[in-house]
């Protein structure tokens, strides 16, 4: 299934100066995963304390796409430069839940949008990058298979916020996408514990054989 995920290697080359740039001076991984997650709570708490103004939810779109940048940042600057460790994975998923949560929630203050799919749609993100997660626990790769992972949500709930801030949207049109984004979630959920069981699967067949061809004492 295609996702908008897969187009993260051409994103990253053209973040490369910028992070060598930012790896003479010193900064590190772990710094830009907690920055990006501090700005998403700080931008989340600012659209939900004036929901009201509802032009102020074009911050959530010039936000995302910074964040996109600072995502693919902090793991550049740990694969590359050898910066990855255990402590920068628990951040990592820890602040991609906590700031997907912060900028999802301000939808559930706009008149007429429902209070329970905002709900559902921020808990079906949280439990589709939990089933992510799960992959190395059964011998499978951290998954990130769309049609809904992180990357297609900062995109769709962009160019939703930007509807919402122009007044092209109301509340039904709302409602509506939250709940085409609820459903293709739970799609994305399904698909990774799927992907993730066909990899293991196909991990353990080579294991099986050798130990079948292995000669007999």
Not at 61 to 74: E, F, T
């Amino acid at each position: 299934m295609l996702s908008i995920y897969q187009l993260k290697p051409r994103f990253q080359n053209l973040l490369r100066p910028w992070v060598q740039r930012l790896y003479d001076n010193g900064t590190t991984a772990n710094q830009i995963t907690v920055l990006a997650g501090v700005i998403s709570v700080l931008v989340g708490a600012l659209i939900g304390s004036f929901a009201n103004h509802l032009w102020l939810f074009i911050l959530i779109p010039l936000w995302m796409i910074l964040r996109m940048a600072l995502n693919a940042i902090d793991g550049m600057l740990a694969r590359e430069f050898g910066q990855q460790s255990r402590l920068g994975a628990y951040l990592n998923e820890l602040c991609d839940v906590i700031a997907d949560s912060a900028l999802i929630l301000p939808f559930a203050l706009i008149a007429g949008v429902s209070l329970p799919l905002v709900l559902l749609v921020t808990l079906l993100a949280l439990f589709s990058e939990y089933a992510g997660v799960l992959g190395p626990m059964i011998g499978a790769s951290r998954r990130y298979d769309g049609p809904m992972g992180k990357s297609d949500r900062a995109f769709v709930l962009g160019v939703l916020a930007t509807g919402i801030a122009l007044g092209w949207l109301n509340a039904a049109w709302i409602n509506g996408v939250l709940a085409v984004v609820a459903a293709l979630l739970v799609y994305t959920l399904i698909n990774r514990v799927r992907q993730g069981l066909l990899e293991a699967r196909q991990q353990d067949v080579p294991q099986q054989e050798v130990q079948q061809n292995a000669p007999s004492e």
